[in-house]
């Protein structure tokens, strides 16, 4: 992959509804089980993550992200079937951006100073 790549950001009303962050996090939130675990695994704050999916929840026809509130057996989160074909959705949208650009970002990026 090049040192170039496109970044896709799907705006709804004064929101973002997904972009690579919310992305980013509902994969974690899938992989742990877990709001805040999620938000470790990315070093953000519980509650920058706890935002970023109500975010979405409230952009999305049906929430992105289910939680179950605490008690003797803890909380949780867990992403939705609907939250899982929405990020499969974005990131086929990324995969394909970057493949249509791949040769001019190849050209591009040589162009660059060497690191």
Do not use: C
């Amino acid at each position: 992959m090049s040192a170039i790549s496109i970044k896709i950001r799907i705006p709804h009303q004064n929101l973002v509804a997904i972009g690579p962050g919310k992305a980013d996090l509902l994969e974690a939130i899938d992989r742990t089980g877990s709001i805040s675990a999620g938000a470790r695994d990315m070093s953000m704050s519980y509650k920058r993550a706890w935002d970023l999916v109500d975010a979405m929840n409230k952009s999305f026809r049906q929430p992105l992200v289910a939680t179950a509130t605490g008690g003797s057996h803890g909380g949780g989160a867990q992403v939705t079937d609907f939250g899982k074909e929405v990020l499969s959705r974005y990131r086929e949208m990324e995969a394909k951006a970057n493949k249509s650009i791949a040769e001019d970002a190849g050209e591009l990026a040589a162009l660059l100073l060497p690191v």
